[in-house]
């Protein structure tokens, strides 16, 4: 219970920032940036960086990078799809249980130094994957904050009560 409790106080909080949508969606959107590459664990923190080089709103960077934690697998393993379904090449990831955090790290090494490698691939996917859902979660964010910022943050009030 504490932890839904916890959610909804935080849902709370990103709602009722006082910067204006473009500044939140932006926010969000760079946050979520790291988690498409092998970041160590920085993750959040660069999320922060990069708002502040765009000036958006750190808060919802910082959310966004925290959102982006957990789900790095899933990333990587669409960063590998992604760049094997545009150069028609042979992935050396085909499940989630293959993405591992080191050979992910290994692969942008090999896809920096060498453009014929499983790390190309998973470069390649992950420049696109970034595009497409930065662009995604920007005007996604933007139109709930624009929208329905004061009917979602009065509903989240009421189901706190």
Sequence with gaps: MKITRR?????????????SPHHVALG???GLIPSW???FGLGPVLSVGLARLVKAN?????????????IWPLLFLLNYKVGSLI????????????????????????????????????LSGAVINIL??????????????????VRILNKIRRNCS
Excluded: Q, W
Aim: positive net charge; contains cysteine.
């Design 7 to 19: 959610i909804k106080f935080n849902l709370i909080r990103l709602f009722r920032l006082k910067s």
């Design 28 to 30: 969000l959107t760079m």
């Design 37 to 39: 590459i092998p970041t």
């Design 58 to 70: 750190t808060v919802s960077a910082l959310i966004g990078g925290i959102i982006g934690t957990p």
């Design 87 to 122: 150069f028609d090449g042979k992935s050396k990831v085909d499940e989630l249980d293959d993405v591992e955090y080191i050979n992910a790290i290994h692969h942008t090494y090999k896809g920096i130094v060498g453009p014929h490698s499983s790390g190309f691939l998973f």
């Design 132 to 149: 497409i859902s930065t662009t995604l979660v920007y005007f996604i964010v933007y139109l709930l904050f624009k929208k329905c910022r």
